[in-house]
């Protein structure tokens, strides 16, 4: 990581790969961010998905999101349900987006919930607009109350504020 954050990527792309032939999921996940930075998609993919295997959720994170991008909404489903398994809150936060925009406003409620529960700083907003959307005033201003509470926090692992989705 020291390597990647000096830009010295040829180094910092061997030491990952090390690390990803040795099995260790980190490693993976960090090769597949830099092979994301260098446009290498299928390269990026394939060490997610190693990460991922290895139950990592940054890499089920991230994997999701590469196929978000590519509108493979099943795989990013699937991608960001075995992310919030392993609890991460912008899997959570991503799968509660996936499920509103596909009108199953009960699920994506529990996930943002459990978004906001982990500490990311957009579910409670998020929870705010869906409880209203469903008629749930006393919900949503507690849910507001929440998003005022929340400090704005800035997600400090390697990749991911590059990778978040858009909020379509």
Not at 45 to 50: F, G
Not at 51 to 80: I, K, M, S, T
Not at 117 to 143: F, I, N, T
Not at 147 to 158: E, H, I, K, R
């Amino acid at each position: 990581m020291l390597l990647h954050e000096r830009r010295d990527l040829n180094g910092a792309e061997a030491a990952y790969r090390r690390a990803d032939e040795r099995g260790d999921p980190g490693g993976a996940c960090n090769l597949g961010v830099l092979l994301h930075e260098r446009g290498d998609l299928k390269g990026a993919e394939a060490a997610w998905r190693h990460a991922d295997e290895r139950a990592d959720a940054g890499g089920a994170y991230n994997l999701g999101v590469l196929l978000h991008e590519r509108r493979d909404l099943e795989g990013a489903e699937a991608a960001w349900r075995r992310a919030d398994e392993r609890a991460d809150a912008g899997g959570a936060y991503n799968l509660a987006m996936l499920l509103a925009q596909r009108g199953d406003l009960e699920a994506a409620e529990a996930a943002y919930r459990r978004a906001d529960e982990r500490g990311h700083p957009g579910s409670a907003s998020k929870l705010e607009v869906l409880l209203k959307e469903r008629g749930d005033l006393e919900g949503a201003k507690a849910a507001w109350r929440l998003a005022a509470d929340t400090p704005d926090q800035q997600v400090t692992t390697l990749g991911r504020d590059a990778l978040s989705p858009t909020d379509d």
